[in-house]
């Protein structure tokens, strides 16, 4: 798994500019802004919910607030970052156009991913089992899962679309055979990726 997470951790430090000004929402414990800030110079900033989280960011250096994602708006100044990442946590966000509009507010940019539930292995297991899946991307059963939306790819673009929202550019990852690491796919990822990101921006900003 830590093979998996830094092979994530490098397609998305492809996108963040040397020494700019991020923002991670749901850091968790921090590795991807650990990340960055010794490979990119970049200045970094972590929210999470997590207490221990934010202990974690902390004793590595990170400033990192404890807030909850659901309590929209934040106090940050516009435009304050040049970048606002939010990875994997959308489908656990009950109030999805007010986190995403604040994204959009803080930074001049975003870069957003999530597990895409169009990636056809998930469509079979759900067709043949008659079940909610459950894999590496998606491992909990439905009693107990955080999450409370699921999307895929044509799903965010067409969000973008209804929102006014610009996609500066997508990636699309699957795992290769021997699951250890991504790839990225071009073609038809609505049914071939396991994992979309979206650099993401206002259209009237």
Known sequence: MKIIKS?????????IPQGARVLDLGCGSGDLLWYLMR???ITGYGVDIDTQAIINC?????SAIQ???ENMPMEFA???FDMVIFNQTIQQIHNVDALISEMLRIGKEGLLGFTNFGYMPTRTQLFFKGRMPEND??????????NVHYLTVLDFRQYCKEH???????????RRRNRKSYKQVKFLPNMRAELAF???????S
């Open 164 to 174: 006014n929202i610009l996609i500066n550019k997508e990636i699309y990852l699957r």
């Open 58 to 62: 902390i004793g590595k250096g990170i």
């Open 39 to 41: 490979n990119k110079n």
């Open 78 to 80: 516009n435009k304050s």
């Open 137 to 146: 991307d998606l491992p909990f059963s439905w009693h107990d899962t955080p």
């Open 198 to 204: 979206y650099r993401i921006a206002r259209a009237d």
């Open 67 to 69: 807030f909850d994602l």
């Open 7 to 15: 092979t994530v951790i490098n397609y998305i430090s492809d996108e």
